[in-house]
């Protein structure tokens, strides 16, 4: 069985290895356009998590993700992408193993939240990935559902072990919306600030429910990649 938002890559390595062809400086004041068969999607990354920033950007600008599809979608979740092995997977095919062989060290940022339109890192789960390094490629959109306040008081009983949601961050999930209960578990490093309405139109796509569990039924591709100069 596959585990929410696995990964291929295992075992934490130090960011210099994945440090050569680094951003130059004015690609901190640029975006990111995700532009794909269903819309585009117009990404900011934070400046609060440099080594997810600086690795994202690189693989924009080398190209890694033209063409790669958005393998893993859940309706009222997130949908998830970076795989390059799914480029040219037949239909029917698992998708969700693939990416280059390094993680990148969780840098978790309590400003930084599992909101709508959150940019995350998906990872491989603790018993094998205790320190919750992100996987050096495969990131997801966050879509999630507006919470009403009864439900962010029994999440947090049930699932975050009493742990108290910000009040700030409670008003968010319950106007906004989100997934509160990734928290601190996955690092979020960006925000869409362009194309809900393509978010919702991917998240709202019929998926399999075969052996490739949640993978669209027809294709959801990021037909290009590339940084875009801010204009918000």
Not at 155 to 163: D, F, S, T
Request: proline share 6%; glycine share 10%; charged share 25%.
């Amino acid at each position: 069985m596959r585990k929410f938002l696995l990964t291929g890559c295992v075992g934490l390595v130090l960011w210099s290895s994945c440090a050569t062809g680094r951003p130059v400086r004015t690609d901190y004041k640029k975006d990111v356009l995700l532009q794909t068969n269903y819309g585009d999607l117009l990404l900011r990354l934070s400046d609060l998590t440099p080594q997810h920033r600086d690795n994202f950007i690189k693989l924009v600008k080398s190209r890694y993700y033209n063409g790669v599809l958005f393998h893993r979608v859940i309706r009222s979740f997130m949908i998830q992408s970076g795989d390059p092995g799914s480029r040219k997977a037949p239909g029917g095919k698992p998708l969700g193993e693939g990416g280059p062989p390094y993680t990148v060290p969780a840098e978790f940022n309590a400003s930084l939240f599992h909101r709508k339109g959150a940019l995350a890192a998906a990872r491989e789960g603790d018993a094998v990935n205790p320190q919750k390094a992100s996987s050096g490629s495969q990131f997801y959109i966050v879509q999630g559902k507006v919470w009403s306040s009864g439900a962010l008081d029994t999440l947090e009983i049930k699932r975050l072990n009493g742990r108290t949601i910000p009040a700030a961050r409670r008003e968010v999930y319950t106007t906004v919306g989100g997934t509160p209960h990734l928290d601190q578990n996955y690092t979020v490093f960006g925000q869409l600030i362009k194309g809900y309405e393509v978010l919702d139109k991917i998240a709202a796509v019929p998926t399999s429910k075969g052996p490739d569990r949640d993978r669209p039924i027809w294709n959801v591709r990021i037909i290009r990649a590339k940084m875009v100069k801010r204009r918000l």
